[in-house]
C-alpha cells in the first residue's frame, strides 16, 4: 500500500515516550494560523513509500528506538489511515510502540480500524472556542471533540497538546476553559502547554507565502510554565 511523505526524522525525543523515529506525512485538512510544516499542507512534491518499504526502513532504528518507537505526524496521518494501519502492524511485529499526532480530523471508518494499531495519540487541541477554533485553523472544536470522545470509549492512552500564542489563546481564561474541556476524560494521561516559536519564518519565506504571525513575539518558557502550573493546579486528573 502506497503513502506520502515529506520527510522522516529518525531520532526524536519530543513526539512521545522515549527516543523514536517520527514520519511527517503529507497533506492537511487545517491551515493553523502557527503552523511550523506548510510544506506539509500538500501532497505535491511528496515521496511515495510502499508500506512495508517504510516499515524496513524504520526498522533500521529499532537499536536506538526500541524503547521508545515511531510517532506519525504530518501533516496529518488520519488522511492516510490505511496506510499507517499497514505500517503499524509490522512496527508491532517487532514490538514497537506506534503513536500518532493528529488534530483528530477526519473521523472516518478507516480511522477507526487504524485506532486498533495505535498505543497512544497525541492530539491537538488548537482552540478552546469553536469561533478561534474556526477563524486560526479553519477547523472545528467539536470535531476534535468528538475524536476525543471515541478515544475515550476506546481507552485509549492520549496526550494532549497545545500551542499558546500571545494574544490569541495565552490568557487564563483561555488555560481555565482548556481545562474544563478536558476534566471529563480519563483516557487522558498528559497535557503540554507548547510555546508558540517562530523557528519557521525561514521556511515560509522560502516558500513565498506570508507567515501570519511574523510580528507576533515568540511565547516566553517561563510565561509557559505559569500557565501549565495554572493547569496543573485545577486538578484535571492529576496531569500536566
Known sequence: MKGYLHSIQSLGTVDGPGVRSVVFLSGCPLRCIYCHN???????GAEEWEHDALAEKLLHFYPYIKNGGVTFSGGEPLLQAEFVREVAKLLHSRGLHVAVDTCGTPDT?????????????????????????????????ANTLSFLNKLEALNKD????????????????????????????????????????KLCLEKY????????????????????????????????NGFV
Not at 485506532?115 to 472544536?141: A, C
Not at 496526550?159 to 495565552?170: F, M, Q
Open 205 to 236: 519565506r522560502n516558500m513565498g507565502i506570508p507567515f501570519p504571525l511574523e510580528d507576533t513575539p515568540a511565547m516566553s518558557q517561563t510565561e509557559t510554565e505559569r500557565l501549565a502550573q495554572l493547569l496543573e493546579n485545577g486538578a484535571i
Open 38 to 44: 506548510p510544506d506539509t499542507w500538500e501532497r505535491d
Open 158 to 197: 492520549t496526550w494532549i497538546r497545545h500551542v499558546v500564542v500571545p494574544g490569541i489563546n495565552d490568557s487564563e481564561e483561555d488555560i481555565l476553559r482548556l481545562r474544563a474541556l478536558l476534566q471529563p476524560y480519563s483516557c487522558i494521561k498528559r497535557v503540554e502547554l507548547l510555546p508558540f516559536k
Open 109 to 141: 471508518p478507516a480511522v477507526d480500524t487504524m485506532l486498533n494499531e495505535i498505543d497512544l495519540v497525541l492530539l491537538d487541541v488548537k482552540m478552546t472556542t469553536e469561533e478561534d477554533y474556526r477563524q486560526y485553523t479553519r477547523g472545528s472544536l
